[in-house]
């Protein structure tokens, strides 16, 4: 998605004040996956999602929060993030965009980075070892080394990692869709056990928001 869609979908936000749990994610397809998760989970009715457009954008929307007239009702964000390279490095950054804002003591905030714990990378390699089970899935490892030897120079674990994914979703019966319109139309089974931690996550972060 480009800059400027990424901006358009960032400022259009505003907190639902019936939702006391905001779950963020880096872009649109983190913002369709979590959708199609919270769903999946039944906890539309206590989770809003929502996208902070990149890492390098995360203190900045954190900092816009407070100035909405839904924020006195938030009780918990949640907040994920791509480890990509450096997961340790990762975590330290979005840890320090939290400090930056200095949330009032009733919304806790927690955190997770994907696609787990030490572990680098990013969504897509989450999605991708639940993909392994798929009928298709020697199709695109046969074309992931076929390939290969074009690459000059190599590919990072990274990019390899989206090229499988482009080519994974190639094999769906709607080959057009991204990763996050593939999760809304139900082609990611998020009964996997893959996805276990991460479908614990929202799940644990709606019971700190009620009343005591």
């Known amino acids: 998605m480009s800059k400027t869609s990424h901006e358009n979908n960032k400022e259009s936000f505003e907190i639902n004040k019936d939702k006391p749990v905001l779950l963020l994610g880096e872009g649109k397809d983190e913002f369709n996956f979590f959708t199609g998760l919270v769903k999946h989970l039944g906890l539309t009715a206590s989770i809003q999602i929502a996208q902070y457009a990149g890492k390098p954008n995360l203190s900045a929307f954190l900092s816009t929060l407070s100035a909405q007239t839904g924020f006195p009702s938030l009780r918990t964000i949640g907040i994920t993030c791509d480890a990509d390279d450096d997961h340790s490095a990762t975590l330290a950054s979005v840890n320090h965009s939290i400090q930056q804002v200095n949330f009032p003591e009733h919304i806790k905030v927690k955190t997770y980075i994907l696609p787990g714990e030490d572990k680098s990378g990013a969504l897509e390699a989450l ?21 290969a030897p074009n690459d000059k120079p190599s590919l990072s674990s990274a990019q390899t990692d989206k090229r499988r994914m482009h080519a994974w979703l190639s094999t ?4 057009e869709l991204r990763l996050g319109e593939a999760a ?29």
């Open 172 to 175: 769906l019966s709607k080959p």
């Open 127 to 147: 999605v991708l070892e639940a993909a392994e089970s798929s009928p298709a899935w020697n199709c695109v490892e046969r074309f992931t080394k076929c390939v």
């Open 184 to 212: 809304l139309k139900h082609h990611i089974h998020f009964g996997h056990q893959v996805f276990k931690p991460i479908t614990d996550f929202p799940t644990s972060l709606v019971p700190v928001t009620k009343d005591q």
